[in-house]
């Protein structure tokens, strides 16, 4: 579904809103709005600190993050927390 301006494609366009309103930024807000487990409740994962580092890179991968392939596995759970 288009977002209000066009020009480009928001997967979940009410996740991508509510998190706006939240402060998040519009980066960050679309990388989670179009993740593929977009709009399913959370709280069944483990912390990040128990993923193999090879686990969190694939998470990175997924979410977009840039860089993921040289920084540490403490580097990558800071970048999924704040990105």
Same mark, same amino acid.
């Given at each position: ?5 066009g020009?480009?494609l928001i997967k979940n366009?009410?996740? *991508? ?5 939240k !402060?998040?930024?519009?980066?960050? #807000? #679309?990388? %989670?709005?179009?993740s593929?487990?977009? !709009?399913?409740?959370g709280g069944?994962s483990? @912390? *990040?600190?128990?993923?193999t580092?090879?686990?969190? *890179? ?5 979410? !977009? %993050?840039? !860089?993921r392939?040289? %920084?540490?596995? @403490?580097?990558? %759970?800071? #970048?999924?927390?704040?990105?």
């Open positions: 579904m288009p977002n209000k301006k020009s480009s366009e009410d996740q *991508y809103e509510a998190l706006i309103e !402060g998040a930024s519009k980066q960050k #807000a #679309a990388r %989670i709005a179009n593929p487990d977009s !709009g399913k409740k069944s483990e @912390k *990040y600190e128990r993923w580092k090879e686990d969190l *890179y694939e998470k990175a991968k997924q979410v !977009g %993050i840039d !860089g392939s040289n %920084i540490s596995k @403490k580097e990558l %759970i800071d #970048a999924l927390r704040n990105n």
